[in-house]
Every structure is written in structure tokens, then in C-alpha cells.
């Protein structure tokens, strides 16, 4: 049903009005008093029965549901593939094979008796402790000489051939053993080393301290020292390996050990 506007009240009063003067006029009499106050009446009465108008307010579109897209799910990092190795040569598996010397005379293998500790010593240790804290399975004691008349105390084990592949490593953890008195009665506390990864080419020529990171210090001090050494400079070659342990002042303390000397390999065998 329309609904009447203020507008459509007004035309509908004047009509309502115009109508009944005409009724009144047809009748060729003006209107009495009487006769205009029941008009009057019946005007407002009209206009009273007329509907209010009603505000319409205004067509509103219905809401929009937004969609609000899900977080991007965070990939997962890419996977790579650890770098599997393995042990391609060890060096206290084949202590014996070595070459071992003090520069002057033949070292035995494995010797650590009193007759032979001028020359040095070199064996096979398990369970070693290192400068008082580290504990490890096994390692390797090299003792350079005690025996200064031959010029500086120092010790050599050079290994048999071994061909080098690009990507292979000389590993191991180097210190001075603990709580070690040698025969003489000096501690091990006195250690003062250098130790050294060395080699001898195709051609026998002795390289000394030429490989980036191939020599180590050490004294008793409580810390140790963990070696990578990247053999790539060799690959392709077949080299004699040399390692090499030189006094750093007195040689009666100087319990040398290596820890666990091997060569790694990251290509697959």
C-alpha cells in the first residue's frame, strides 16, 4: 500500500474542500455558520485520518561476505643432503707401517721402554686422557727424542703412498696426554709441542709445513686442538704422508698425542 506524502495530504485537503463548497454552492446559498462548521469538522477529519508519511530509508545492498584467503603456508626449507664420508685411511691402524725416525736414526714401533726414549717414542694409546679433561678411545703417543745431541728434538712417521681424491680430509685432535711420568720423572705437564701434517711428493721431495693449517701448538694448558684440513691442494697426487711432532723447549715432557689421525673421504667408496 503507497503511503501518503505531506504533499498528497495537502491536494487531498483542498480537494475535499473544493468539493464542498461546490455542494454548497449547487445548493445557490452561501454556508450558514452552521452549516460551515460541520465542513470544517469534516476537512479535518480527513486530514486526520490521513496516513502519516513514514520515512522509507534507503534500499541498502546486502553485505558482501569477504573471503579472507587462508596465510600462506611457509614452505619447508629445502632439504640437502648431508655430506656422507667415510674413513679412507688410519693412521693408527697402520702405525707400523711408518717410516718412524728422529731426523738421525730409526725410531722402533712400537717402542716406550727406557732404552729407546733418547730416540723417542711412538705407540698406540687407549682410553687416553688429554691435558687433564678430554677423554677419548684411542689415540697415538709420539714422543719426539730426548737426546738433544742430535739437534733439535723431533720426531717423523712418514706413511706409505696414498693417493689423494679432491675433497678429502685430514682429521684428528691433537694435545698432551695427562698424568704421565716417564721414566725419568718429568711430567707431562711440561709439554711444549708443535705438532705437524707434512709430506713427501712423487718425486720424494719432502714438503715442510706447506699445506694451509698444517701445524699445531700445544702445551698443557687444559685445551686441545680439532684439525679439518682439506687435502684438495692434492688431489691427483699419491703422497707419502709425514706426521711430524717438534719440541718447543725442553723434550722430557713432551707426551705428543694424536687422537684418532685419519683421512675422509666425501665421495662414496
Not at 490521513?50 to 579472507?68: C, D, E, N, R, Y
Not at 739437534?151 to 694435545?175: E, H, K, M, N
Request: charged content about 10%; proline content about 11%; overall charge negative.
Amino acid at each position: 500500500m503507497m503511503r501518503a506524502t505531506p504533499l498528497l495530504r495537502r491536494r487531498l485537503a483542498i480537494l475535499v474542500t473544493i468539493l464542498a463548497i461546490v455542494t454548497l454552492a449547487c445548493g445557490n446559498a452561501a454556508p450558514s455558520p452552521e452549516e460551515e462548521a460541520p465542513l470544517k469538522t469534516m476537512v479535518a477529519a480527513t486530514l486526520t485520518a490521513l496516513p502519516s508519511a513514514t520515512a522509507i530509508p534507503p534500499t541498502q545492498a546486502a553485505p558482501t561476505a569477504t573471503v579472507t584467503p587462508p596465510p600462506p603456508t611457509a614452505s619447508p626449507p629445502p632439504t640437502t643432503a648431508a655430506a656422507v664420508g667415510y674413513k679412507a685411511y688410519d693412521f693408527i691402524d697402520h702405525l707400523c707401517d711408518a717410516s718412524w725416525t728422529n731426523s738421525l736414526e730409526p725410531i722402533p714401533c712400537p717402542g716406550k721402554d727406557q732404552a729407546t726414549l733418547g730416540l723417542g717414542w711412538v705407540y698406540a694409546v687407549d682410553n687416553p686422557v688429554l691435558e687433564g679433561v678430554h677423554n677419548y678411545q684411542r689415540g697415538m703417543l709420539t714422543h719426539p727424542a730426548t737426546n738433544t745431541s742430535i739437534g733439535q728434538s723431533q720426531i717423523f712417521g712418514t706413511y706409505p703412498p696414498f693417493p689423494v681424491l679432491a675433497g678429502d680430509q685430514f682429521r684428528a685432535t691433537v694435545g698432551c696426554l695427562s698424568n704421565w711420568e716417564s721414566l725419568y720423572g718429568w711430567p707431562a705437564t711440561g709439554c711444549s709441542v708443535q705438532f705437524a701434517l707434512e709430506y713427501y711428493d712423487a718425486n720424494g721431495i719432502y714438503h715442510s709445513q706447506t699445506l694451509p693449517w698444517s701445524n699445531w701448538e700445544e702445551t698443557y694448558d687444559g685445551a686441545v686442538t680439532t684439525i679439518n684440513v682439506d687435502l684438495s691442494p692434492l688431489a691427483g697426487q699419491t703422497v707419502r704422508f709425514t706426521l711430524t711432532v717438534r719440541d718447543q723447549g725442553n723434550p722430557q715432557g713432551d707426551y705428543a698425542l694424536w687422537v684418532e689421525p685419519q683421512i675422509w673421504r666425501i665421495a662414496p667408496p
